[in-house]
């Protein structure tokens, strides 16, 4: 009698599969009336931490971002992000943190993985009509001018002094203030003639005032970087809110606001 090949195996009974086979066998079938596992729902409170320079775009996403998803608040909390990234290590609770350079990003070790969203450039922000027509750095060197700038701490006075420098000027300020708004608000009061600040906030200045951008500021193009923290309370509204800031219409805010595209 001839045996085919193959047929011994094809005629062993279920009894020598072994037993530990049988078992994965049985839990992926039952595994198939499984239900579907159900992504978090967008809801409830997240809080945002933003640098001063965000203050207008943010405050405007934020409200898109409700009207979007209803049942959702997006409490926001605006400062320099040196100072904000301080709070978090020292134990602030957040869910959403939005810096304005990856190098404040990186002093938060509970940040996840930063996305660049924008970018920003610093100016020179002066009262309307520049009365003491100021064109770059050096105009700021002159006698009996004073200027507003950030504290080197923050992205904001780094950046200036990066732009100072490329300019080969050496500007010793009347205020060094924590964030752009404080800057601005200098200004604003007329404490100071110049201050630098970045083009959004020049933007978004409550009274008139100029922005005299120079071409130095080109080396001081800061990378405006956003992440969920690990630790986020609401971790699927947190993950909604930062896919809603990179997605077209947060975009489009941004770039309302004078920031530019990454």
């Known amino acids: 009698m001839?045996?085919?090949?193959g047929s011994a195996f094809l005629a062993a009974p279920a009894a020598r599969i072994p037993l530990a086979v049988l078992a994965v066998l049985m839990v992926a079938v039952a595994g198939c009336d499984a239900e579907p596992v159900r992504p978090a729902p967008v809801a409830g409170e997240i809080t945002v931490y933003a640098d001063a320079s965000m203050t207008g775009a943010f405050t405007a996403i934020g409200r898109a971002f409700e009207?979007?998803?209803p049942?959702?608040?997006v409490a926001l909390t605006f400062r320099g992000s040196g100072a904000l990234a301080r709070q978090l290590v020292q134990g602030a609770r957040a869910d959403v943190f939005a810096a304005a350079d990856a190098a404040t990003m990186r002093q938060v070790t509970g940040a996840g993985e930063a996305?660049?969203?924008?970018r920003n450039q610093i100016v020179i922000a002066v009262p309307?009509?520049?009365?003491?027509v100021v064109s770059g750095p050096a105009d700021l060197t002159r006698r009996g001018v004073r200027v507003a700038l950030c504290v080197a701490t923050e992205?904001?006075?780094?950046?200036?002094?990066?732009?100072f420098a490329a300019a080969g000027a050496s500007i010793t300020p009347a205020a060094e203030v924590p964030d752009v708004t404080a800057a601005l608000t200098a200004l604003e009061r007329g404490d100071v003639h110049a201050a630098f600040v970045y083009r959004t906030d020049a933007r978004a200045a409550k009274s008139q005032v100029d922005a005299v951008e120079f071409p130095e500021s080109a080396q001081a193009v800061g990378d405006d970087v956003i992440a969920v923290l690990k630790d986020a309370p609401n971790q699927a509204t947190a993950q909604a809110f930062v896919a809603f800031v990179l997605s077209p219409e947060g975009t489009a805010i941004l770039a309302g606001a004078g920031f530019k595209r990454p």
């Open 2 to 5: 001839v045996k085919r090949a």
């Open 67 to 69: 009207r979007r998803h």
């Open 71 to 73: 049942g959702t608040k």
């Open 115 to 118: 996305t660049t969203f924008a």
């Open 128 to 132: 309307e009509g520049n009365p003491r």
């Open 155 to 163: 992205p904001c006075g780094a950046a200036a002094r990066l732009a």
